[in-house]
T-cell receptor
Framework: SQTIHQWPATLVQPVGSPLSLECTVEGTSNPNLYWYRQAAGRGLQLLFYSVGIGQISSEVPQNLSASRPQDRQFILSSKKLLLSDSGFYLC???????????FGPGTRLTVT | TQLLEQSPQFLSIQEGENLTVYCNSSSVFSSLQWYRQEPGEGPVLLVTVVTGGEVKKLKRLTFQFGDARKDSSLHITAAQPGDTGLYLCAGGSTLGRLYFGRGTQLTVWP
């Protein structure tokens, strides 16, 4: 069966510090991968999605970036965090050419 | 601009009551999904509907996709405290791209 992991689970970082969040998927090959941010327990904002290694599409211009160095690994990064980057970050995967997305447990980021 | 509007935003009911939550859009979607999310966790997929007018049942939950594929509803019969959570609808257009509503926060009191 497929599983998706995210770490860390929680993170407290000062403004201006770098960020690296990691997501890995097991039990599937060549998945679509997604990064979402959720503010205050409400709707999900798509940040980045990837259909393959090295292929990243950005939905929202901001100080975040994403990379996919391996087929089942997706990384969200920032060089300098802003207060507005605080939120709940969710990674998701889907089988190519299907609708269903499966989410990881999330990372709670607090920028102080 | 929010493509999908969910209503109500908040719903607080007693155990045993029935409820319906709505997901509306002016856009046509190829698919419509419902997720449930509990605090501090990722959303969990409940159902996918793809055909206009389609109705799917999952135990006490009934999902319907509008005939024009612009709206959907989720009906829960005899709600239980375990149904408490944030219910999110998501519309799919380009394969792999979902647009999420802001959710309905449901609380069921024992």
């Amino acid at each position: 069966s497929q599983t998706i992991h995210q770490w860390p689970a929680t993170l407290v970082q000062p403004v201006g510090s770098p960020l690296s969040l990691e997501c890995t998927v097991e039990g599937t090959s060549n998945p679509n991968l997604y990064w979402y941010r959720q503010a205050a327990g409400r709707g999900l904002q798509l940040l980045f999605y990837s259909v393959g290694i090295g292929q990243i599409s950005s939905e929202v211009p901001q100080n975040l970036s994403a990379s996919r160095p391996q087929d089942r690994q997706f990384i969200l990064s920032s060089k300098k965090l802003l207060l507005s980057d605080s939120g709940f970050y969710l990674c998701a995967w889907s089988v190519q050419l299907t609708w269903e997305q499966y989410f990881g447990p999330g990372t709670r980021l607090t920028v102080t | 601009t929010q493509l999908l509007e969910q209503s109500p935003q908040f719903l607080s009911i007693q155990e045993g009551e029935n409820l319906t939550v709505y997901c509306n859009s002016s856009s046509v979607f190829s698919s419509l999904q419902w997720y449930r999310q509990e605090p501090g966790e990722g959303p969990v997929l409940l159902v996918t509907v793809v055909t206009g007018g389609e109705v799917k049942k999952l135990k006490r939950l009934t999902f319907q996709f509008g005939d024009a594929r612009k709206d959907s509803s989720l009906h829960i019969t005899a709600a239980q405290p375990g149904d408490t959570g944030l219910y999110l609808c998501a519309g799919g257009s380009t394969l792999g791209r979902l647009y999420f509503g802001r959710g309905t926060q449901l609380t069921v009191w024992p």
